[in-house]
């Protein structure tokens, strides 16, 4: 089992910065991949971005590209989810996740994906 939990959110004007924090315990030596997801009120989860453990590769959806950056610290087992440039339909309950099997970079951006969840940290972006 991977445990993961999530911190760092909270109330943030538009244009400002927030970092979310991701702390993974347990089988950590199984990661494959940590993806990072949101749900807005009253809308579906959506993939927001995911990073490669081995290697650090990411990958972003388009509406966060160039504002969002995914990065780790290996020693404590954590992955961070940097968020500049805040818009208020950034507005969501945001999730982390931890991807055990090796499936394509495809299958990444989707929750098959994963197999362990964080329980979400709240991110209010005010106008």
């Known amino acids: 089992q991977v445990q993961l939990v999530e911190s760092g959110g909270g109330l943030v004007q538009a244009g400002g910065s927030l970092r979310l924090s991701c702390a993974a315990s347990g089988r950590t030596f199984s990661i494959y991949a940590m993806g990072w997801f949101r749900q807005a009120p009253g809308k579906e989860r959506e993939f927001v971005g995911y990073?490669?453990?081995?290697?650090?590769?990411?990958y972003y959806t388009d509406s966060v590209q160039d504002r969002f950056t995914i990065s780790r610290d290996n020693a404590k087992n954590t992955v961070y989810l940097q968020m500049n440039s805040l818009k208020p339909e950034d507005t969501a309950d945001y999730y982390c996740?931890?991807?055990?099997?090796?499936?394509?970079?495809?299958?990444?951006?989707?929750?098959?994906?994963?197999?362990?969840w964080g329980q979400g940290t709240q991110v209010t972006v005010s106008s």
């Open positions: 990073l490669i453990w081995s290697g650090g590769f990411t």
């Open positions: 996740a931890a991807g055990t099997s090796t499936v394509t970079f495809a299958t990444l951006k989707t929750y098959d994906a994963y197999d362990w």
